[in-house]
């Protein structure tokens, strides 16, 4: 779809509204230049735009294509004028709040010395306030077609903030959940690791497209580059910051998971060990009983009285408690003095 289409002649609009492509060769006259905006152009505008402008058909099917990284990258005159037209990649980043990701747009911008054509992809790639405030800034619009590749990259690093800001409030939130010890969604950590990571595999390569797109813009320009530079390294170093701050919490969040798996696994240690002691304890305390159970003629005939009944009854079930508890308190004198202490690993200064 063909957004907006307009003429320029000495910093100024030429018509009030968007104009056909079509009659762009009839409105056009020596010095002026066009800017053609379009969003998501279907394969028979692209055709259009490339018989009317003389591009390059590797150059359109390039920008029907997404890319990871920004570029930049110069193609052969295939027009009357015989001159090159340079083709700028720019990634383009929105936040939705509602699904808390960053949503990707590209930018594919056709610059020659005659004419600007933006291939806008993806629902974060609006240049319209671009348009309308170099619109308003005469002086600017005179030097060209250059300075509507300035706009268009102040535009979209201008984006990059509020998106570093959301990130940022994201990875607050993750912070205080996993250093107040309690367990982070690991996958919410790592889809957005995997989401700043995309981010600045856009920021990044975008540095050396400025300084290129720098040392070919004419002197009036130069400030407000530099000015985008500045800002693209601000974005580039935040980027790369919360790329590695969001590895150091994920780290984090599995050092708390497997502290509180070792906590669960003492207290099931404990568990098994109480279990086991007390299995210990009634193993000859179940044999005892059983064996006076029996009821066979010797038993009979000797336990008969009171004190038979304690002494061979209860005696036989007290001694070996009795000896369990002994044991078990051996044993844990014996590990007690087994594990150094703090004291004998560090020795006092």
């Not at 003429?7 to 100024?12: A, L, P």
């Not at 912070?175 to 995309?198: K, N, Q, W």
């Not at 984090?252 to 098994?272: F, K, W």
């Not at 299995?279 to 009285?305: A, E, K, M, Y």
Request: proline share 5%.
């Amino acid at each position: 779809m063909i957004v907006d289409c307009a003429v320029y002649r000495d910093g100024r609009r030429r018509q009030s509204g968007p104009m056909p492509v079509e009659e762009i060769a009839s409105q056009r006259e020596v010095g002026d230049f066009v800017w053609l905006g379009t969003m998501d152009p279907t394969p028979r505008e692209l055709d259009q735009i490339r018989a009317v402008f003389g591009l390059h058909e590797l150059a359109v099917e390039d920008a029907q294509e997404f890319h990871l990284r920004p570029k930049i990258e110069q193609f052969d005159a295939t027009r009357e004028s015989g001159e090159p037209v340079q083709l700028i990649i720019l990634r383009t980043a929105r936040y939705d709040d509602d699904r808390e990701e960053i949503d990707f747009g590209e930018i594919s911008v056709f610059v020659a010395d005659d004419f600007v054509i933006t291939v806008r992809q993806g629902a974060a790639s609006d240049l319209r306030g671009a348009r309308a405030r170099l619109e308003r800034r005469p002086e600017l619009l005179r030097t060209g077609t250059q300075a509507v590749v300035w706009a268009i990259l102040d535009t979209v690093v201008d984006g990059y903030a509020p998106v570093i800001a959301e990130v940022e409030r994201d990875i607050e939130q993750l912070e205080a959940t996993v250093f107040s010890g309690a367990v982070a969604p690991t996958e919410r950590i790592y889809h957005l690791r995997r989401e700043v990571s995309d981010f600045y595999r856009a920021v990044h390569p975008l540095q050396a497209v400025v300084t290129t797109v720098e040392r070919s813009e004419p002197e009036p320009l130069a400030p407000y580059l530099r000015d985008v530079a500045d800002n693209l390294a601000l974005v580039n170093e935040e980027v790369a910051a919360q790329r590695d701050l969001l590895s150091t919490v994920l780290q984090a969040n599995i050092a708390v998971m497997s502290a509180e798996q070792t906590a669960v696994g003492v207290q099931q240690n404990a568990t098994i060990e109480t279990l086991t002691k007390l299995s210990t304890i009634f193993l000859p305390l179940t044999f005892v009983t059983g064996f006076f159970g029996q009821n066979f003629g010797w038993l009979v005939d000797h336990i008969g009285s009171g004190q038979s009944f304690f002494l061979y009854g209860l005696g036989a079930l007290v001694l070996p408690s009795v000896a369990l508890l002994t044991w078990f308190r051996i044993t844990a004198r014996r590990r007690a003095r087994a594990v150094p202490t703090l004291a004998a690993i560090v020795p006092p200064s």
